[in-house]
């Protein structure tokens, strides 16, 4: 069985632009999380699909958003891009959210310069 | 808000034992996890106990749980070099969302 892929692996971006996250869950998996990952504040919540609906969200600005499609994988979005988005995006999966096993993928690298 | 406290760093010799703590306010979580992150990979779910256990053993890993005082410990025995990883405790927010600790970098010295 597949692990949970995330596309790309890394990126660099300048400030001001957007950048656009994808990651695929484990087959069967109905529920996506995403979680930004920095050397100051750790792993920190996003937000939460689950069949196509926004069921969680973090304390993150609106200039972060995702989406999911009815084959469950997720996009994320940055827009307007600050020095202090470069992070690691992690994505992870589960069968259907709560408590339970997450799956990660090995993230996506942001830099933004 | 819910918060997860670890140490930030850990060493230890190779063949002793490790031992990772970390305290949590969530008193409701279901289950308490660990997981494992090795440099450039994701996390990797390591062990997770259920709310209404003291202990859980797994190999080399014992996970005691103390909800009176909402404090979690990993043991590792017989620390080896590839268990040098970065440990993150976590627990389920209301079954909602995930709260992680900031994670203890564990070295292993030969």
């Known amino acids: 069985k597949a692990g949970v892929t995330q596309t790309p692996r890394y990126l660099i971006k300048t400030r001001g632009q957007q950048v656009t996250l994808s990651c695929s869950p484990i087959?069967?998996?109905?529920?996506v999380s995403w979680y930004q990952q920095t050397p100051g504040q750790g792993l920190q919540f996003l937000f939460e699909y689950f069949s196509e609906t926004q069921r969680n969200k973090g304390n993150f600005p609106g200039r972060f958003s995702g989406r999911q499609f009815s084959n469950s994988r997720s996009e994320m979005n940055v827009s307007t891009l600050e020095l202090g988005d470069s992070a690691l995006y992690l994505c992870a999966s589960t069968l259907a959210g709560g408590s339970g096993e997450l799956f990660f993928g090995e993230g996506s690298r942001l830099t933004v310069l | 808000g819910e918060d997860v406290e670890q140490s930030l760093f850990l060493s230890v010799r190779e063949g002793d034992s490790s031992v990772i703590n970390c305290t949590y306010t969530?008193?409701?979580?279901?289950?308490l996890y660990w997981y494992k992150q090795e440099p450039g990979a994701g996390l990797q779910l390591l062990t997770y106990i259920f709310s209404n256990m003291d202990m859980k053993q797994d190999q080399r890993l014992t996970v005691l749980l103390n909800k009176k005082d909402k404090h979690l410990s990993l043991r590792i025995a017989d620390t080896q070099t590839g268990d040098s990883a970065i440990y993150f405790c976590a627990e389920d927010n209301y079954g909602q969302n995930f709260v992680f600790g900031p994670g203890t970098r564990l070295s292993v010295l030969p």
């Open positions: 969530d008193s409701s979580s279901t289950y």
């Open positions: 087959s069967g998996h109905r529920s």
